[in-house]
Each structure stands twice: as C-alpha cells, then as structure tokens.
T-cell receptor
Framework: AQKVTQAQTEISVVEKEDVTLDCVYE???????LFWYKQPPSGELVFLIR??????QNEISGRYSWNFQKSTSSFNFTITASQVVDSAVYFCALSEFLSGGYNKLIFGAGTRLAVHP | EAQVTQNPRYLITVTGKKLTVTCSQNMNHEYMSWYRQDPGLGLRQIYY???????DKGDVPEGYKVSRKEKRNFPLILESPSPNQTSLYFCASRDRVAGANVLTFGAGSRLTVL
C-alpha cells in the first residue's frame, strides 16, 4: 500500500540553524509524484514543490532545498538558516494514481517545526 | 483570483444536527476532493469527484455524503454529525491536465461537534 512516513513529529531549532525534515515513502507505482506542503499557523496549505519519480535531481529554491533519493525512497527537505517565519507544520505527500488518469495525495502525518528567535 | 472557497470557516454544532460545508472553485477544474486533517494522522481523503455527477469514496467516507451537481461546487454533508467528526476539513481541486497533479486547497473549515 502507498504510505508516507514523517518520523519527526516535532522539531525545535534556534533561528539561523539548518534543519532537515525527513520523508520516507512506499509505493508500487513506477511513476509517481512527491510533494511538500507548508501549513503556517493560519492554517492554509501552501504548495512548496512537486517532484516526479523520473527526476532525481536535487532542487534548491532560496533557503529551501530538496533531496530525492529513489534508492532509499526518501524525499527530504532542508531549510538553511531557518527563520521564525518558517515555523509551521510541513507535510510530505505521495500521489496515488486512480482510474481515469486522476490521482489522490497520500499525506504523511506532518512535522511541526518551531523556530525560536 | 483563482481560488477554492469553503464555508463556514469555523462551526460549532451538536451531535445529530445536519450540516453542510460548501466548497466552490472558480478555475473550471474537473477534479475536486475533500480531506480531513487530524493530529498525528495528516490529511486523509473523504470523497472525491472526477466530474459532474461522478463521485467516489476516499479512505474515510463513513458519516459523510457529497454531491456534484455543478462543476464548480462540491458540498460536504454531515447528515448526523458525531464528536469523532470534529476535525479540520479541506476542499481541493485540480485540473485534468496530464502531469499537473497539484491540488489547490481551500482555506479549511474547522468543525467542532459537541
């Protein structure tokens, strides 16, 4: 069965520290997508990144970077020089393909990141 | 502005009192779905709809109903709410474009059932 595991329930860091959020997934599909979403204290879900299973290149966007490794079924997210505004719950998700070409997202339990000044 | 709109955003109700959470999108998306978010469980899909009049159960459909009579609307109905349906609910939509896959979420509806 498709599954996403975010083993870190909560992480607490001091501002300017680097922090890595772990995500491990299980899937039988050969083609799939992985996602990260951010949920700030206001509660909305903010899309951060989508990665397809054929693209193992790491990606960097400002202070954010993602490391996708198919060999270990992991898609980890690193925040460099963390800031208080990074405090949020972060969800990793995996697409599960349904009939008709659609898919649904399987979410991990989330990691709550607290960045302290 | 392209968006998914949910109402109400906050609701406190009592066991057994029927309620509807509305969801509307203005992006002409074919696919819509409902998720609930609970601590330690992440988001779980309740129902989804691939098009008008086409709906199907997700992972946790018990106690919920949906309808898709128009493309833009996908209401979530709790016929007889119970305390275990206290949760944060998200509606989402996506276009049927190969490889798109990115869901647009509403702002969430926090429901408390006493």
């Amino acid at each position: 069965a498709q599954k996403v595991t975010q083993a870190q329930t909560e992480i607490s860091v001091v501002e300017k520290e680097d922090v890595t959020l772990d995500c491990v997934y299980e899937t039988r599909d050969t083609t799939y997508y992985l996602f990260w979403y951010k949920q700030p204290p206001s509660g909305e879900l903010v899309f951060l990144i989508r990665r397809n299973s054929f693209d193992e290149q790491n990606e960097i966007s400002g202070r954010y970077s993602w490391n996708f490794q198919k060999s270990t079924s992991s898609f980890n997210f690193t925040i460099t020089a963390s800031q208080v505004v990074d405090s949020a719950v972060y969800f990793c998700a995996l697409s599960e393909f349904l009939s008709g070409g659609y898919n649904k997202l399987i979410f991990g339990a989330g990691t709550r990141l607290a960045v302290h000044p | 502005e392209a968006q998914v709109t949910q109402n109400p955003r906050y609701l406190i109700t009592v066991t057994g009192k029927k309620l509807t959470v509305t969801c509307s999108q203005n992006m002409n998306h074919e696919y819509m779905s409902w998720y609930r978010q609970d601590p330690g469980l992440g988001l779980r899909q309740i129902y989804y709809s691939m098009n008008v009049e086409v709906t199907d159960k997700g992972d946790v459909p018990e106690g919920y109903k949906v309808s898709r009579k128009e493309k833009r609307n996908f209401p979530l109905i709790l016929e007889s709410p119970s305390p275990n349906q206290t949760s944060l609910y998200f509606c989402a939509s996506r276009d049927r474009v190969a490889g798109a896959n990115v869901l647009t979420f509403g702002a969430g509806s926090r429901l408390t059932v006493l």
